[in-house]
């Protein structure tokens, strides 16, 4: 069990420390992209200025030398003076240099319009949200996994806002799972078809079966095993209200996979078994969990690398994350940290911290409105969340003797030495 710093229950069974430092990392690279999206907007546009200004200079220079040149008549006339002639081929030369200058500016306009290219910054928003949901999840996060021995497996998870696609690359099984494997002899009476009148109950032994598809959402799981693990064979699907149920759900199949229409109920001693297999199916698939690889991210009914703005789900992983944050802060009894606690035995408890200027740092190269962000959400060490955390304390005080002087009226010449618990009882009130 999860404590706050000073001791009372946390709402969450996650190690929430851990998730705020990876939060802060990704937020980080995510806001960073979006910093350096809107360094090359800002770039675009000043290169667009540059150009418009060089065209109108070379407008303006093309003229002045019209100008100039016009005082000689320039001419082609066969009685043209020389002046005039010169005036000429002066002219066409400097209308040709221009002419190629503004080819080249015209270059550079072009490349200058073009915009940034977003879906770069997205895929750089993407990859810091992946590393995250990788190894964490959010708080209060709902999954739902399946397997299939013709598919391979994949896996989601539900968070608020968030929702995540995760590739299961290293399933436990690649074909048919051996039931053997997972529970050895296990014997259990199922629907089964007989030659004659309609399915009964018979012990089965299913050390021969296989496991074919195996899918979990909240605390339900639903397995479709056969019979023979090599050949088609008579099937049923199993349905558990939780891994360790009382009684379960059976629906038997034909050889083709193809429900009959019956379905019956099992409890008692069968029901007993069949849980010994829904929690050796969820005991196998927990190391490939572990491994999982964000496939998507949809934030919303939006995919993350269809978001127009790489900040966007940087905002909303902090927006999810603040209370519980500022939460913390409030009761972490150290200024400048935030802590847990943790129950790990009888007497016996672990305290896990981080410090607020370390998680700081991350965050620090960071333009203004965005270290602005980290710090609305409780991990600032403004003199607002020093007060917050740390209370009446010494460090508190010190933070707010600047405002009470600009209140009060001039503070009187300090008193003699043995007064001075009087000095300290007036600044704390």
């Known amino acids: ?24 990392e990704a937020c980080a690279a995510m806001f960073g992209a979006a910093a350096q999206l809107e360094a090359l907007r800002t770039r675009a546009r000043d290169a667009k200025r540059d150009v418009d200004q060089e065209g109108a200079k070379l407008t303006a220079l093309e003229r002045s ?3 100039a040149v016009a005082l000689s008549q320039p001419s082609v006339a066969k009685d ?22 503004r080819a080249a500016l015209e270059k550079r306009a072009a490349a200058a319009a073009a915009e940034p290219r977003v879906d770069r910054a997205m895929q750089a928003a993407f990859a810091a949200a992946a590393a995250f949901f990788d190894h964490h999840q959010l708080p209060r996060t709902a999954w739902r996994w399946s397997w299939k021995a013709e598919r391979g497996a994949e896996a989601q998870a539900f968070a608020a806002r968030f929702t ?10 690649s074909g048919p799972a051996r039931l053997a494997a997972l529970v050895p002899g296990l014997v259990v009476r199922l629907p089964h078809k007989r030659l004659l009148g309609k399915p009964a109950p018979t012990r089965i032994q299913l050390d021969r079966g296989a496991l074919l598809e195996a899918e979990r959402e909240g605390d339900e799981l639903v397995l479709t095993v056969r019979e023979h ?11 558990f209200d939780r891994p360790a149920a009382t009684t379960v759900t059976c629906v038997l199949l034909d050889e083709r996979g193809q429900t009959t229409g019956v379905e019956t109920e099992i409890a008692g001693e069968d029901a007993a078994q069949l849980s010994r297999l829904a929690l050796a199916v969820i005991e196998a698939m927990e190391p490939a969990l572990a491994r999982r690889r964000t496939r998507e991210v949809v934030i919303g009914k939006t995919q993350l690398r269809a978001l127009p703005d790489p900040a966007e789900p940087g905002r909303a992983l902090l927006d999810l994350l603040a209370p519980t944050i500022r939460t913390m802060v409030q009761k972490s009894r150290v200024p400048g940290e935030i802590s847990l606690k943790r129950d790990i035995a009888d007497g016996k408890r672990e305290e896990l911290f981080v410090s607020r200027s370390l998680l700081a740092s991350r965050y620090a190269s960071l333009p203004p409105a965005y270290r602005t962000l980290f710090d609305a959400a409780g991990l600032g060490r403004d003199a607002a969340s020093v007060a917050e955390s740390a209370g009446d304390d010494d460090e508190t005080q010190t933070d707010r003797r600047p405002e009470q002087r600009a209140e009060r009226p001039p503070m009187p010449p300090p008193p003699p030495p043995r007064a001075a618990p009087g000095a300290r009882t007036l600044l704390a009130s």
């Not at 069990?1 to 802060?24: H, K, L, Q, S, W």
């Not at 043209?80 to 200058?101: D, K, M, N, P, Y």
């Open 80 to 101: 043209a003076s020389l002046v005039q002639q010169t005036a000429l081929r002066a002219l066409e030369g400097a209308r040709h240099a221009i002419s190629l200058s």
């Open 229 to 239: 693990a090599q050949r088609a064979s008579t099937g049923w699907r199993l349905s």
């Open 1 to 24: 069990m999860y404590r706050y710093g000073d001791g009372t229950p946390f709402p969450f069974e996650e190690n929430f420390i851990d998730i705020v430092g990876a939060a802060v």
């Open 164 to 173: 995540v696609a995760f590739d299961l690359t290293d399933p436990p099984w």
């Open 65 to 67: 030398i019209e100008g």
